[in-house]
């Protein structure tokens, strides 16, 4: 029963580097979304997706990027990593975009230096 | 866009008592808003969410009421137990598919005193 898988839980990465957040859903759901949260500022949303092969921007998508080639696989890209974009990010996913439960995953967290 | 305000930021409550946490929000289209809980290192869990065509939900201890006129919602927990201890968070969508765009308030942190 694994629901929403993120990987890695923690990472360190350079400034300029570029890297790859992964989140994986088994539960054949056609909505994901990545979502930032920062102290003091809730969970803002990245990118989304409401299916295979479509993709829209939520509101803070600069300086990230994102894939919907299969239903379960939604990765997260970072281009050039910024110190702003430390940050514990948090992939989700729901059976439709239509106001059904949104299962978040356990989180990434990520600095930058 | 949407904004949405939450308060208070932190609340500490007395075991038995109850809590309420209340958001307001800025756009008039929006129709769906559920409340999530945060326990430490983990997602956010849906726990109860309410649409515009309802004023009144409730589950258990946990109750969620909506005045559309005012444009703002409360989570309200009754006879509190340790274990509710936890971040809380509002959330408000109102795009077309109703998680498209969900706006969430900046969260409440609620302790149990024992």
């Known amino acids: 029963n694994a629901g929403v898988t993120q990987t890695p839980k923690f990472q360190v990465l350079k400034t300029g580097q570029s890297m790859t957040l992964q989140c994986a859903q088994d539960m054949n759901h056609e909505y994901m979304s990545w979502y930032r949260q920062d102290p003091g500022m809730g969970l803002r949303l990245i990118h989304y997706s409401v299916g295979a092969g479509i993709t829209d921007q939520g509101e803070v998508p600069n300086g990230y990027n994102v894939s919907r080639s299969t239903t379960e696989d939604f990765p997260l890209r970072l281009l050039s990593a910024a110190p702003s974009q430390t940050s514990v990010y948090f992939c989700?996913?729901?059976?439709?975009?239509?106001?059904?439960?949104?299962?978040f995953g356990e989180g990434s967290w990520l600095t930058v230096v | 866009g949407e904004n949405v305000e939450q308060h208070p930021s932190t609340l500490s409550v007395q075991e038995g008592d109850s809590a309420v946490i209340k958001c307001t929000y800025s756009d008039s289209a929006s129709n769906y808003f559920p409340w999530y809980k945060q326990e430490l290192g983990k997602g956010p869990q849906l726990i109860i969410d309410i649409r515009s065509n309802v004023g009144e939900k409730k589950d258990q201890r946990i109750a969620v009421t909506l005045n559309k006129t005012a444009k703002h919602f409360s989570l309200h927990i009754t006879e509190t137990q340790p274990e509710d201890s936890a971040v809380y968070f509002c959330?408000?969508?109102?795009?077309?598919?109703?998680?498209?765009?969900?706006?969430f308030g900046t969260g409440t942190r609620l302790t149990i005193i024992p």
């Open positions: 959330a408000a969508s109102g795009g077309v598919f109703g998680n498209e765009k969900l706006t």
């Open positions: 989700a996913s729901s059976p439709t975009a239509s106001g059904n439960t949104i299962y």
